[in-house]
């Protein structure tokens, strides 16, 4: 079977229009992942007794299992919490846990902890002079943390925030297997139609590879204005 460059660009746009569903998931839980990480990274920078205990074993296990693994357990395991939360083992078969509300519970869990590591080792590359110095002046350490530590912090972490975002977006291929409705999900429908899933997903893959080049572009943009805000770290 040739490839039909026709059927390719017909289907571009049904293709195309599942693409908002996977900017959605990834974007905000890119942004509950910021916060969450955020907390995460002050929490073990502090070493916050049984707290940092319990995020270093969260960061391990998010991190040494895949996501797909990670949005099944989520997937059944929600159902059972609220159960649990109201005291009806009974009641776990009778909750409907909307699809999209797993994916971003998942995917936000995933970016918190990810996040997390990245903001650690980013702070770790402040050099430990500037560190020291802020402890010797006894500054506040909020205000040095926000004026000093953080603006050097964040454009080392930048990079790996956005080689991280760019798997998340990658990884949505995988909520059609919960029945979200994403770009993987329409592409497979419709080339179960004619069998021609070449042509359907050589527009999957052009789709994923614009979304990510404009990631990669305003990350880009990010690191350079933050480099000019903060030119001690330039």
């Known amino acids: 079977m040739t490839f039909d460059m026709q059927y390719a660009l017909e289907h571009f746009t049904d293709i195309l229009q599942a693409a908002p569903v996977a900017i959605w998931v990834t974007v905000f839980s890119a942004f509950l992942g910021l916060l969450g990480g955020a907390i995460f990274c002050t929490i073990r920078l502090n070493s916050i007794p049984l707290l940092s205990t319990i995020i ?3 960061v391990s296990l998010i991190r040494s299992t895949p996501i797909l693994v990670q949005l099944y357990v989520v997937c059944y395991g929600m159902p059972r919490i609220t159960a649990l939360l109201h005291h009806d083992p009974k009641l776990a078969a009778n909750v409907n846990i909307y699809p999209n509300t797993v994916a971003i519970v998942t995917f936000s869990l995933y970016a918190s902890v990810y996040f997390c590591e990245i903001f650690r080792g980013a702070y770790y590359t402040v050099d430990e002079g500037q560190r020291e110095a802020i402890r010797s002046l ?5 205000h040095a943390l926000l004026r000093i530590v953080v603006p050097q912090a964040a454009i080392n972490a930048v990079p790996n925030l956005s080689n991280s975002m760019i798997d998340m ?4 291929s995988l909520l059609y297997t ?3 409705m994403d770009i993987m999900a329409r592409a497979t429908i419709i080339g179960s139609e004619s069998f021609r899933f070449i042509e359907i997903y050589t527009d999957a893959f052009i789709v994923y590879v614009g979304i990510a080049i404009v990631l ?3 990350f880009a943009l990010l690191e350079h204005t933050l480099k000019k805000m903060v030119p001690i770290a330039a």
Do not use: D, M, R, Y
């Open 56 to 58: 270093g074993l969260l």
């Open 216 to 218: 990669f572009a305003l």
């Open 178 to 180: 919960i029945s979200v």
């Open 138 to 142: 006894n500054l506040p350490p909020l």
């Open 169 to 172: 977006l990658k990884n949505t």
